[in-house]
DNA sequence: TAGATTGTTAATCGATTAACAATC
DNA sequence: TAGATTGTTAATCGATTAACAATC
C-alpha cells in the first residue's frame, strides 16, 4: 500500500461507505467485482472509484476487476481497522447508554474500555459489560491506559471542558456527539463530530424544496 | 428571499452551520457581524459566506455586515423550519428512545407526533409524552395524519421494509439511523443517513494518519 | 488470442477564493 | 464624507469524469 501525502476529505469520506459495501458484498458471497458494477451500487461512477482507489496504489487486476475480500481488507488497513485503537464514553445518559449497548465498536476496530459520568449511582456499575468510573477519576485513567478516541456524550455544557481534558490528556481523537462544536488545537487533536440537528435541519431543507417544486409545478405544463 | 433552482449540497450542508452559529450568536447578545467575523468562528472564508448567502439573495447591509437575527430567521425559513413538518420514531429501543426523550426536535421545526414498536411491552405506553403504537398500525396513522419524516432506528433487518412503508404511504422524507443504506426511489421520498460507523471510521483514518506521521517525523529532520 | 477491466493521465466541471464596484 | 463591508463577477483551484494504453 502506498502512502499518499494528500488524500482528500471527498475520498476519506468514501472509504467507510467502501468497507460498508464489501462487508456487504462479502456476506452475500460475492468474490469479485468490477469498478463498474460497485459503482453502480453505489451510486458512483466507475472512473472515481478507480480513481479513490488509485490514492492508495490501486488493488485490482485489470481485466478482472477487485477480490472482495482483498479490497475490504486493503481499505480496512487504510481506515486504521487493526490498529488496536480504543475508546472511552464520556456521558452515560440515554444516548451514551445506547450507543455502549448497541454501537459495534469492535467491527470499527475499536476496543470500548471504560466510561465516566459525575452520577454517583452509575459510578461503580457496569453498563452492557463496561465498567462506569467517575469523572473526577479521568486523568488517572487516561494516564494507565492508552486511549485514542474519547466518545462524548456529556451535556452541551460539560462539552468543552471534557474536550480539553481529554486534549490536556494527550488522547487524540474526539468523537463528539453533543450539539456543540468545541473549541480545539488541530494540532493535538482530531475532532469528528455527530450533529443530529444539522442532519435533520439539511433533510428539513430537502423536503421543503419538494413542497415548493410540487406547488410550481401545480401551474406549469408538464415538460 | 430568491429561490435558487439549483444550490450545491455543499451549501445546503452549511446551511445548519450556519443556523447554529447564529443562533450561538444571538444568545451571547451579539447583534450584528461581518462575513469575515463569521468565517473565522466558523473555519470559512468570508468570501465563501457571502457567496453562500448570495445563492439565496444576500440579506445583508453594504457597510455594516449582517444582523444576527435577521440573517437566522432567514435561514432558518430557507431551511424550512417554520412549515409546521411533523415526525413518527419506528423503533423504541436505546437508541430510538434516546432520541426521542433528548433530541429537541422542535428546535429543528419538527413536531414528534408517535413512535412504533413491535414489542407489546412498550405498545400503549408512552415516551417522554409520546405515544407508542404497534408497528401494525403504522399505516392507519399515516392516513390520518400528516407526516414529514419517519425516523428509523429499526433493528437493520427491518430497516428496508419500514423504508418500503413510511415510502409507499406517502411519507416525503426519512432519516436513517440504521447502519444500512436502504434503497429508495429519489422520486418519491428523500433519504438522510446518520451512519456512526462511516463517522468513527473516518475519525479512525485520521488517528491512524497522525500516528504514521508521527513515526516518519521521527526520523527527519525538523523543517 | 480476444475481451475485459484496471491504472493512470488528460479534460471537464464545479466549488472556492479573489477582486472590486456598489452602497450603506 | 470616509470607511467599511456587502453583492456580484472573474480567476483559481480541486474534484470528478473521460479516455485509453497497459495487461490480466
Redo the contacts with the bound molecule.
Keep these: 500500500m502506498k502512502r499518499n501525502s494528500k488524500v ?4 476519506i469520506r468514501r472509504l467507510p461507505r467502501y468497507y460498508r459495501h464489501l462487508s456487504e458484498l462479502q456476506e452475500t458471497g460475492v468474490v469479485r467485482i ?3 458494477a460497485l459503482g453502480k451500487s453505489m451510486g ?5 472509484i ?2 479513490d ?2 490514492c492508495f ?10 477480490k472482495v475480500d482483498t479490497l475490504k481488507e486493503e481499505i480496512g488497513e487504510i481506515l486504521g481497522i487493526n490498529r488496536g485503537h480504543t475508546v472511552v464514553v464520556l456521558g452515560t445518559g440515554n444516548l451514551g447508554r445506547a450507543i455502549i449497548e448497541n454501537f459495534r465498536f469492535s467491527s470499527n476496530g475499536f476496543h470500548l474500555l471504560a466510561a465516566f459520568d459525575v452520577n454517583e449511582q452509575v459510578v461503580g456499575t457496569q453498563i452492557a459489560g463496561v465498567p462506569v468510573y467517575h469523572a473526577r477519576d479521568l486523568e488517572d485513567f487516561l494516564a494507565k491506559n492508552p486511549v485514542s478516541v474519547g466518545l462524548l456524550t456529556v451535556p452541551i455544557s460539560a462539552a468543552q471542558e471534557m474536550g480539553d481534558r481529554l486534549t490536556a490528556a494527550g488522547v487524540p481523537g474526539i468523537w463528539n456527539f453533543t450539539n456543540y462544536e468545541i473549541n480545539f488545537n488541530p494540532e493535538k487533536v482530531v475532532v469528528e463530530s455527530v450533529h443530529f440537528s444539522d442532519s435533520l435541519l439539511a433533510l428539513n431543507y430537502m423536503i421543503t424544496q419538494r413542497e415548493l417544486d410540487a406547488k410550481d409545478d401545480g401551474g406549469r405544463e408538464n415538460t
Design positions: 482528500s476529505t471527498a475520498v468490477s469498478s463498474s458512483l461512477t466507475a472512473s472515481q478507480r480513481q482507489l488509485f496504489g490501486g488493488f485490482g487486476q485489470q481485466g478482472y476487476g477487485y
